[in-house]
């Protein structure tokens, strides 16, 4: 049996593996587990395939934060449309047989938790913010380190 491990997880780690053909034969229902409520069925139906589920959490939590931003006024719509866009990378990265984390959520779905995904995101500012001041010609202004109170 020919075990393809996972690409994304550093050497050292604990490396799922997954039979190649359950790639290929699944890749069509994890790409549908990136249609929002579809993903719960897709996860019940195939739980036995690292692959779907795998891609069905993703897809889970694409869901949950779909419906969170719903509630968002103002701004919802256009985070609505990065959900969007989250869901075609899901989705493209099903279809061709990739065990891709999408950005910011992938870590939280796969229990990486809360900590894993807000350090994405401050990457993710963090790269933003200084193509801004690059841009503007400058440096951000550096943060003096905080030093207590000085007693009397």
Known sequence: MDQTPHPDIPQGEVVPTSNTSDVQENKDLAAFSYLWVMSVFVYLAKKDSPFVRFHALQGM????????????????????????????????????????????????????????????????????????????????????????PSEF
């Not at 419906?67 to 719509?77: K, N």
């Not at 796969?110 to 690059?134: A, C, I, N, Q, T």
């Open 61 to 148: 939590t694409l869901f949950a934060l779909s419906v969170v931003v719903w509630f968002v006024p103002l701004i919802g719509r256009f985070l609505e449309l990065i959900v969007l866009a989250l869901a075609v990378i899901g989705f493209i990265g099903a279809v061709q047989g990739q065990w891709k984390e999408l950005p910011v959520i992938g870590s939280f779905a796969h229990g990486k938790g809360w900590k894993k995904s807000r350090e994405e995101f401050r990457g993710l500012m963090g790269s933003v913010h200084w193509k801004y001041w690059k841009k503007r010609g400058g440096e951000p202004a550096a943060q003096k380190p905080s030093t207590p």
